[in-house]
T-cell receptor
Framework: AQKITQTQPGMFVQEKEAVTLDCTYD???????LFWYKQPSSGEMIFLIY??????QNATEGRYSLNFQKARKSANLVISASQLGDSAMYFC?????????????FGSGTQLTVLP | EAGVVQSPRYKIIEKKQPVAFWCNPI?????LYWYRQNLGQGPELLIR????????DSQLPKDRFSAERLKGVDSTLKIQPAELGDSAVYLC????????????FGEGSRLTVL
């Protein structure tokens, strides 16, 4: 079984500052992928970034980077130079490669508020 | 390119009434998912289709929920009869076989059961 844990229900960050959203995971799959999604108040889930378990380098997409520490089973999202539009719910998710593990399993989310 | 389309966006019904949600995935996406998201929580998978075959429906409450994807394209999720606890947002997503295989979500259908 897969499990995603996000321990920060809410986070605040000042505009233009960087923020780290925590995510830890547990799986028995030897190969898996880790995802971060953003959900604004409109409700749509927006894909942000992906990290494969065998990728040697941490993933980056613009202002988003994923701090992947495989031994610690953590996949933290770092948002640099926060903008007001970054205020949203952020979900960490993972997917394995076999059977039911191929579904995307989500954490409980972190509500990020960017302060002006 | 059109995204995942869901309808209706909002639905309010009384308990014991039936309700249906429709989803049209991104063209060419062979995998379709239905998720349920309760307020303040992450989405939870209800059912996953690979083309027209339901390959993972272990979390679908089969006594009242049903789903179909007859031609491997659009899909319908039905609840009959609805209960108060079914109030949630029902999200449809689709994906294609790529290296990352990220899911693309629709805007969701918000159900309120009174």
């Amino acid at each position: 079984a897969q499990k995603i844990t996000q321990t920060q229900p809410g986070m605040f960050v000042q505009e233009k500052e960087a923020v780290t959203l925590d995510c830890t995971y547990d799986t028995s799959d030897p190969s898996y992928g880790l995802f971060w999604y953003k959900q604004p108040s409109s409700g749509e889930m927006i894909f942000l970034i992906y990290q494969g378990s065998y990728d040697q380098q941490n993933a980056t997409e613009g202002r988003y980077s994923l701090n992947f520490q495989k031994a610690r089973k953590s996949a933290n999202l770092v948002i640099s130079a926060s903008q007001l539009g970054d205020s949203a719910m952020y979900f960490c998710a993972m997917r394995g490669i076999s059977g039911s593990a191929r579904q995307l399993t989500f954490g409980s989310g972190t509500q990020l508020t960017v302060l002006p | 390119e059109a995204g995942v389309v869901q309808s209706p966006r909002y639905k309010i019904i009384e308990k014991k009434q039936p309700v249906a949600f429709w989803c049209n995935p991104i063209s060419g996406h062979n995998t379709l998912y239905w998720y349920r998201q309760n307020l303040g929580q992450g989405p939870e998978l209800l059912i996953r289709y690979e083309n027209e075959e339901a390959v993972d429906d272990s979390q679908l409450p089969k006594d009242r929920f049903s789903a179909e994807r007859l031609k491997g394209v659009d899909s319908t999720l039905k609840i009959q009869p609805a209960e108060l606890g079914d109030s949630a947002v029902y999200l449809c997503a689709s994906s294609f076989y790529t290296n990352t295989g990220e899911l693309f979500f629709g805007e969701g259908s918000r159900l309120t059961v009174l």
